[in-house]
């Protein structure tokens, strides 16, 4: 695969992860943390060939995710183990707050 084109998650997702460029059509990712193989640009026709264009003459980039390292749940374990009484954790506290 050369290039994701469209606007789906796994543009974002799953092809950084194996250093394919994404193009990122129109406005369904914003907000979404980027790796820079992904390349944004509007719905016109134009502005689609040239980022397509663009991401086939950069070709494949370092594999790379924003979303974490591939660690979460050794990280979690971690964490988990570290809390001295976990019984704690099935208990939820809730806080009445004033009118404000």
Do not use: W
Request: glycine share 12%; proline share 6%; hydrophobic share 40%.
């Amino acid at each position: 695969m050369d290039v994701v084109v469209g606007n789906s998650s796994s543009g974002l997702y799953e092809a950084p992860s194996f250093g394919v460029p994404t193009v990122n059509i129109g406005e369904r990712q914003r907000g979404r943390l980027k790796a820079a193989s992904v390349t944004d640009c509007s719905v016109e026709r134009g502005a689609i060939k040239a980022a397509i264009l663009g991401a086939l003459a950069g070709g494949r980039m370092p594999a790379a995710n924003t979303y974490g390292d591939g660690h979460a749940s050794e990280k979690i374990v971690v964490v988990l183990k570290s809390i001295p009484e976990p019984a704690q954790l099935l208990q939820k506290k809730f806080i009445d707050l004033a009118p404000a």
